[in-house]
């Protein structure tokens, strides 16, 4: 399955994005999903999961209340709401995908597939 994800942008902080991660090449139906970001000059880290179903979900800490990760299985889309963002919210965002019926961890190794990313600044 290929992954490419949207939806970044300059945003004041307060403000919201959503981020979208359109997959291809196969259904989407049985995988799960998650987001991860990267700020510059600091590893990749875990955002949000979700099951194949979308009825699972779990957040880290930094985001948890603000974020909001959703599968849409007839889109085949994978999507991320951001309400009251942060600067330090502020890194490329990347989507990734696995396929199973249980929910991926935080571990960049759950996942088999990945989108290209996409910029999210937020401006204080």
């Known amino acids: 399955v290929q992954l490419q994800a949207s939806g970044g942008g300059l945003v004041q902080a307060g403000g919201s994005l959503r981020l979208s991660c359109a997959a291809s090449?196969?259904?989407?139906?049985?995988?799960?999903g998650g987001w991860f970001r990267q700020a510059p000059g600091k590893e990749r880290e875990f955002v949000a999961a979700?099951?194949?179903?979308?009825?699972?979900?779990y957040y880290a800490d930094s985001v948890k209340g603000r974020f909001t990760i959703s599968k849409d299985n007839a889109k085949s889309t994978l999507y991320l709401q951001m309400n009251s963002l942060k600067p330090e919210d502020t890194a490329v965002y990347y989507c990734?995908?696995?396929?199973?019926?249980?929910?991926?961890?935080?571990?960049?190794?759950?996942?088999?597939?990945w989108g290209q990313g996409t910029l999210v600044t937020v401006s204080s």
């Open positions: 990734a995908a696995d396929q199973r019926f249980g929910i991926p961890g935080r571990s960049r190794d759950e996942y088999a597939y």
């Open positions: 090449g196969r259904s989407f139906l049985y995988f799960a």
């Open positions: 979700i099951d194949w179903a979308g009825g699972t979900t």
